[in-house]
């Protein structure tokens, strides 16, 4: 199973211009890193996108089974049937992020805290240039 770490940046505290960042592991090796530009947006939409870059990366490594962690208590609850999708632009990520999933046998979503999340934070933040 691939464990994919994800997190989204946004350079302004509502709406501005965004980052990702992805560690893909497998067996607690990193097998690839992201740092990538996602347009502007919001934090949210980082976030999604983050998610959806992690799985489409993931893909590259033909694996049946990933899990994605994220310090997004929001994302993980709205894409764990928590949470309800209020925002018509998050519904949008929502239903790519269900679109790409359907390549794999098994996505699971996690929440981690923070500090567990160090390196795809600093990825996200690197592609803003915060």
């Known amino acids: 199973m691939l464990k994919i770490f994800v997190d989204g940046s946004c350079n ?5 211009d965004t980052g ?5 592991k497998k067996d607690g090796e990193t097998k690839a890193k992201v740092s990538k530009n996602a347009g502007e947006g919001t934090n949210n939409t980082a ?3 983050a998610v959806i870059n992690g799985l489409k990366k993931a893909l590259e490594f033909n694996e049946d089974k990933v899990k994605i962690f994220s310090d997004s208590e929001l994302i993980v609850k709205q894409l764990n049937g ?17 679109e790409v999933s359907k390549k794999f046998d098994e996505v699971e979503y996690e929440w981690i805290p923070r500090e567990k999340n160090w390196v795809a934070d600093k990825l996200a933040k690197r592609a803003t240039n915060l």
């Open 82 to 98: 928590e949470y309800k999708i209020k925002q018509p632009h998050l519904i949008e990520l929502w239903e790519e992020v269900q």
């Open 12 to 16: 302004a505290s509502t709406y501005g």
């Open 47 to 49: 976030e999604y996108k």
């Open 20 to 24: 990702v960042g992805v560690v893909v």
